[in-house]
Nanobody
Framework: QVQLVESGGGLVQAGGSLRLSCAASGRTFSSYAMGWFRQAPGKEREFVAG????????LYADSVKGRFIISRDNAKNTVYLQMNSLKPEDTAVYYC???????????????WGQGTQVTVSS
């Protein structure tokens, strides 16, 4: 059983930065690939970034490549999303997710957090 809790969201001006954190409660955290997704009103939940269980493989959506960085610290049971050069179109609820069968770009993950709001003003 894994529980995920996101934090670090908030209001930021365009061009600014935020770092999201996702804390996992289970001792099996290191056995899960992790992903970040986001959902804006009227849109489907979309993949943002993912990282393999050992951190060797990372995946990014084209819209955030070069601006966002995903990382994990298995000793702290935490995955991070560093968001730089934020744009108003990045505004969404951001969700942390974990799965046991490898990092992928779809929403087929096993565990989900409650989400944290990120709002980017112009």
């Amino acid at each position: 059983q894994v529980q995920l809790v996101e934090s670090g969201g908030g209001l930021v001006q365009a061009g600014g930065s935020l770092r999201l954190s996702c804390a996992a409660s289970g001792r099996t955290f290191s056995s899960y690939a992790m992903g970040w997704f986001r959902q804006a009103p009227g849109k489907e939940r979309e993949f943002v970034a993912g990282i393999s269980l050992n951190g060797i493989v990372t995946l990014y959506a084209d819209s955030v490549k070069g601006r966002f960085i995903i990382s994990r610290d298995n000793a702290k049971n935490t995955v991070y999303l560093q968001m730089n050069s934020l744009k108003p179109e990045d505004t969404a609820v951001y969700y942390c997710a974990g799965r046991r069968l490898g990092v992928i770009r779809t929403t087929s993950y096993d565990y989900w957090g409650q989400g944290t709001q990120v709002t980017v003003s112009s």
